[in-house]
């Protein structure tokens, strides 16, 4: 070939047009894929952050839905405790009432044949008195009771479900942030709108609550259904006998329930009925008490709180319940190729963030199971933005929140 | 990683993929067609004049290159494009994001919907739209054309302090921009466009196309969201877009005024309602949780 005809080709003209298009072509199709790589990168860190955040607020829902039913379950075993001894007693009341019939029959009446019925009766009754009583006893006894017994082994699993929560929490939350994307550093962090322990850790609003709580849960259950009776059968059944075993039992119950809740009935009526019935339900010496929301929650999971759970200021109570969850992850691979013009400016390009808020629709109580979670509005970001910054290690620790406030998506 | 994309946006992409494609390949074609037709004339002509067959290449190529560069200016448009399609689709899902979580707050309280926490879709001073709206301007702003007087002057809004100050202060949060304070100002050029509610406009529609601003327990929330793209490309943005002021016979069909163009890239995204407010009627102790940003 010669230099002519190498001067002569004139196809190196369009090859290089070619080659010029065929790179912008591979840059532009690289540019796409950058974008779509780093929004789909980006809704997958908010995936993760969102199962994050449902997972650490499930595990507290879930220990609230728990120390409620150990707190209810309480309850019933003093319900059936208060019960039995109610019974115990009417027995008992009914047993001295008839040997007195009994005596008074002989005595006055000359055919003692209705003495001997009532004689009998009574002597019946003490035979079930006499079933009873052991009964009572394994059930309510104020040193060994199997009643107060389960009762403090389910105060303790309520302590104990509030000491390990904030551990289970956090290794809940950072489990999912990983799984579904998070790869860096502590994947997922769980952190509570306000908290007694360091402001950082989650923790439950919780503190063991008066044990007045317990009867009045039980009344409101399951002794509602025995308290109306009187007024339709009691009249019905005076006639029929000559004391009413109903309404002794009805009488025995407000016994128990108000001695439990420590107000006195008079002692003159106290001392008569000591005389003819075992003593009314007490409390052990270290009652079991039922583990309630308080809008002062003490670092020590076993404190106790003097106020009735109905006094807690409930949106004091929601802040410990609102958990903001945090993953992070490396950035989007490939972002050089678009450079800055098209880095997605969106806030926290590693890092996303959801709230999950825990809550109860039927009733804000820890006698109500029905504890859920749901995604919120983050308001942590806002309160907690500086104390974040240090934590992730990225740069912003002297901002103020305001100025994030208008970087807050959601 | 295109597996996770969703089914929307593939259909939205498509026809403009299979548009650049078809274009890529028309060029090609023409390409191959003129490199064949030039060796077929060398062919034929074994020893041509040096000067002659020169000027019929030269002739050539200045009839064929104007289309070859229209091509390739439209294939670059179409992709940046396809590019801005992804960015709106994240900016949808932000606004779904950001929807399902402020809807619910007693949105519906006990008397029905409150007035004061009404999602208010048609108007631009509710604060729950007004928090939906940051949501999907923000991922906006990566696209949005840096400030220029034509621009600012199509939108009508002077650049507000409570846009440029946090959009500085949020610039200082990203390690590509960390040193350089460039960066910062372009951002706030770019977030005073994005941010502009005639630029980046949102819908939420419930199920059935319902906008009344209520919402209820596990609703499907859809958010719709149209980005007015600014058209970089020279000669593709007056064949794709429309003028700011409207393409109209007064401006010289949007080439009179230095506005430029932009095309309207609307993107949806559904995501699911997340439930009821926090308390029952009878225990709500009435705070207002959502906060306007600014």
């Known amino acids: ?410 | 990683m295109f597996w996770s994309i969703n089914e929307s946006l593939i259909r939205s992409v498509a026809p403009y993929l299979l548009t650049t494609v078809a274009l890529a390949l028309y060029g090609w074609r023409l390409m191959s067609v003129m490199a064949q037709a030039r060796m077929e004339q060398a062919r034929r002509q074994p020893e041509p004049a040096v000067s002659g067959q020169n000027g019929a290449s030269a002739v050539e190529m200045v009839l064929l290159l104007p289309l070859l560069l229209a091509l390739l200016l439209t294939i670059l448009q179409v992709a940046l494009i396809v590019q801005a399609k992804f960015v709106v689709n994240y900016a949808a899902y932000s606004a779904a994001r950001s929807a399902i979580v402020v809807i619910p707050a007693k949105v519906q309280g006990a008397g029905g919907v409150e007035e004061r926490n009404r999602l208010n879709i048609q108007r631009n001073d509710s604060p729950k739209m007004a928090m939906i709206h940051r949501a999907a301007a923000l991922p906006c702003v990566a696209i949005s054309p840096v400030w220029s007087a034509g621009i600012m002057l199509a939108t009508l809004a002077p650049l507000k302090p409570e846009v440029v100050v946090p959009m500085e202060e949020l610039a200082s949060l990203f390690p590509a921009s960390r040193e350089e304070t460039r960066i910062s100002q372009q951002l706030a050029a770019r977030a005073h466009y994005a941010f502009n509610p005639a630029n980046t406009r949102v819908e939420i529609i419930g199920e059935g196309g319902n906008q009344s601003g209520a919402f209820g327990e596990r609703e499907l929330v859809r958010a719709r969201v149209t980005f007015r793209y600014y058209l970089t490309v020279p000669f593709a943005n007056r064949l794709f877009g429309t003028s700011y002021y409207g393409t109209n016979f007064l401006n010289g069909f949007g080439l009179l005024n230095q506005s430029g163009f932009h095309a309207p890239i609307t993107e949806e995204y559904t995501l699911v309602n997340e439930g009821e407010p926090p308390f029952p009627p009878r225990q709500d102790p009435g705070e207002i949780d959502i906060r306007v940003g600014g």
């Open chain 1, 1 to 410: 070939m010669s230099i002519n005809s190498l001067h002569r080709d004139q196809g190196g003209r369009i090859s290089i047009f070619f080659v010029f298009g065929a790179i912008a072509f591979i840059f532009l199709i690289a540019l796409i894929y950058n974008t779509a790589h780093q929004s789909i990168r980006k809704i997958q860190m908010q995936g993760a952050a969102d199962a994050a955040a449902l997972a650490g607020g499930t595990q507290a829902g879930r220990n609230l839905n728990d120390i409620a039913n150990n707190n209810n379950t309480m309850s019933e075993i003093l319900t059936v405790m208060i019960v039995i001894r109610s019974v115990l007693q009417t027995v008992e009341i009914m047993k001295t009432e008839l040997y007195a019939a009994a005596a008074v029959a002989t005595g006055l009446i000359v055919t003692s044949e209705a003495g001997a019925i009532l004689y009998g009766l009574a002597r019946a009754l003490e035979s079930v008195a006499r079933v009873l009583r052991p009964i009572d006893t394994a059930l309510s006894d104020l040193s060994r009771g199997v009643g107060w017994k389960a009762m403090k082994l389910l105060d303790n699993l309520n302590v104990g479900i509030k000491t390990d929560f904030p551990y289970w929490a956090e290794k809940e939350t950072g489990d999912f942030a990983l799984r579904n994307g998070a790869d860096r550093g502590p994947h997922g962090l769980l952190i509570p709108r306000a908290s007694p322990a360091l402001d950082l850790l989650p923790s439950l609003p919780l503190a063991r609550g008066r044990e007045d709580e317990l009867v009045d849960r039980a009344e409101d259950t399951y002794l509602k259904y025995v308290q109306p009776l009187p007024a339709s059968l009691s009249a019905v059944v005076a006639v029929a006998l000559p004391a009413n075993p109903i309404a002794i039992f009805l009488g025995m119950v407000t016994y128990n329930t108000s001695n439990l809740r420590g107000s006195i009935i008079t002692n003159a009526i106290s001392r008569f009925l000591n005389l003819v019935a075992t003593e009314p339900l007490a409390w052990p010496n270290e009652p079991p008490r039922p583990m309630l929301l308080t809008d002062q929650p003490s670092l020590d999971p076993s404190a106790t709180m003097e106020t009735k759970e109905s006094r807690a200021d409930l949106s004091q109570v929601r802040k410990h319940l609102q958990y903001l969850a945090i993953a992070s992850g490396k950035m989007a691979r490939g972002s050089k190729i678009g450079g800055e013009k098209f880095l997605n400016v969106a806030p926290h390009q590693s890092l996303a963030y959801a709230e999950a808020d825990v809550y109860n629709p039927t009733r804000w109580s820890m006698f109500e199971q029905n504890w859920r979670v749901k995604l919120a509005p983050s308001v942590v970001l806002n309160e907690k933005f500086n104390q974040l910054t240090g934590i992730m290690g990225i740069n912003g620790g002297s901002q103020s929140a305001n100025g994030l406030s208008f970087a807050n998506n959601h």
